[in-house]
């Protein structure tokens, strides 16, 4: 069957050299842009492609306030910092992520803690936070939600949308409040997907976005913070320009800052990306229902889109019998040259986290022994 799969997806992309699993796509006015930038002279962090690019996010999104940054981490990083995340705090998240997720929380000096994912999304269970929140946790007296068995104050909830396909973010939300919980969103994979009728990023008081090389968009190295909050939208966009106060001359900063602007370089090419991210969208996800037929037809499922929302399908996910067929998979594509991939070691496997408290794992270990990303650059592009 794996043989036959190599040749479908050569078919798919009408070639014989190797497929990489997401190449970026440049058809539109990237090169023009970024020679306007180079002419102009400012290709730092100062120049009206760093505007126009936040601004065309926040038309897209529908979110109020986009702040760039020099890539996601840094995003994720100072959404869970202006949340509170903090030494001796925690965050809960989910295991089945990119490092990216469970590194900013540590940059915080927060404690990631861990919960199981759902099957369907590929991310974060409500009911798992749940049965979490119920069973270790509580609110004290000044409002806030504690953890018994550590003792320390859970700030934030971070979930992420898994290889675009986003998360079930009403329950999440209706969790969260109740345990007076901030919900940050990780959308860092999901550009292009929506949860019921709100982009991915909308619904979170914080939430972060990539545009590295291989995401469905690229600025190179980029990322975004999002908010319809107008005070943090303006604390965010003031401690990634290190906290530095407006003048004419004079160099003076106001706090701990961080240098974690988007160069207008970079912005150029996110402008030129964001004027072609429909038809992106609208061939990934061509591209997924001919995996999904596929699959259909020869015994091997693909994750299709959860109910009431409409996916980017960053990357399409292969679902296999079991760990020695995912192997099997994996060796077969790649050495024809069609590149695949497992999903990442858990962060609750990896040494730096063993420490950290973890509910149930038994879906993020069932998925991880099964999971492969084929590849998924846009098929059709006009």
């Not at 078919?11 to 014989?16: A, F, M, R, W």
């Not at 345990?179 to 990780?186: A, Q, V």
Request: glycine residues 6%; charged residues 20%.
């Amino acid at each position: 069957m794996f043989e036959d799969f190599v040749n479908f997806v050569r078919d798919l992309y009408s070639t014989q050299e190797p497929i990489p699993l997401h190449a970026p796509q440049f058809h539109g006015n990237e090169k023009k842009y970024l020679i306007e930038t180079i002419e102009s002279t400012f290709v730092s962090s100062v120049g009206e492609f760093v505007d126009y690019f936040e601004s065309s996010v926040q038309n897209y999104t529908g979110i109020k306030y986009a702040i760039a940054t020099v890539n996601g981490t840094a995003a994720i990083h100072l959404a869970l910092k202006l949340s509170g995340a903090a030494r001796d705090t925690e965050v809960i998240t989910q295991s089945l992520t990119f490092v990216a997720t469970c590194n900013a929380i540590r940059y915080c000096e927060a404690n990631p803690v861990f919960v199981d994912v759902e099957k369907s999304t590929l991310g974060l269970s409500p009911q798992s936070l749940q049965e979490f929140l119920e069973e270790y946790c509580e609110l004290r007296d000044d409002g806030f939600c504690w953890n018994k068995s550590t003792n320390r104050r859970i700030v934030a909830c971070l979930p992420m949308h898994t290889f675009g396909l986003p998360v079930q973010l009403d329950e999440i939300k209706h969790i969260c409040d109740r345990f007076n919980i901030e919900l940050i969103e990780d959308a860092s994979e999901s550009m292009g997907s929506f949860y019921k009728e709100n982009h991915t990023g909308y619904i979170g008081k914080l939430s972060a976005m990539s545009f590295n090389g291989n995401k469905i968009i690229t600025t190179g190295g980029g990322g975004m913070i999002l908010t319809n909050d107008e005070e943090l939208a303006h604390t965010a966009k003031h401690i990634t320009t290190t906290a530095k106060i407006p003048h004419i001359w004079s160099f003076e900063h106001d706090q701990i800052g961080y240098n974690y602007r988007l160069p207008n370089l970079n912005a150029a090419l996110g402008v030129a990306q964001m004027e072609s991210l429909p038809i992106y969208v609208e061939s990934k996800r061509l591209l997924a229902r001919k995996y999904q037929d596929w699959g259909s037809e020869h015994g091997l499922i693909f994750v299709k889109e959860p109910s009431d929302t409409r996916s980017n399908y960053w990357l399409n996910v292969a679902i296999t019998e079991n760990e020695k067929s995912r192997d099997l998979m994996l060796k077969i594509t790649n050495n024809n040259k069609v590149m695949t991939r497992p999903t990442w070691t858990p962060m609750h496997k990896l040494a730096m986290n063993h420490d950290c408290q973890k509910g149930d794992m038994k879906n993020t270990e069932w998925l991880f022994s099964r999971i492969v990303n084929v590849p998924s650059s846009p098929i059709v592009v006009s």
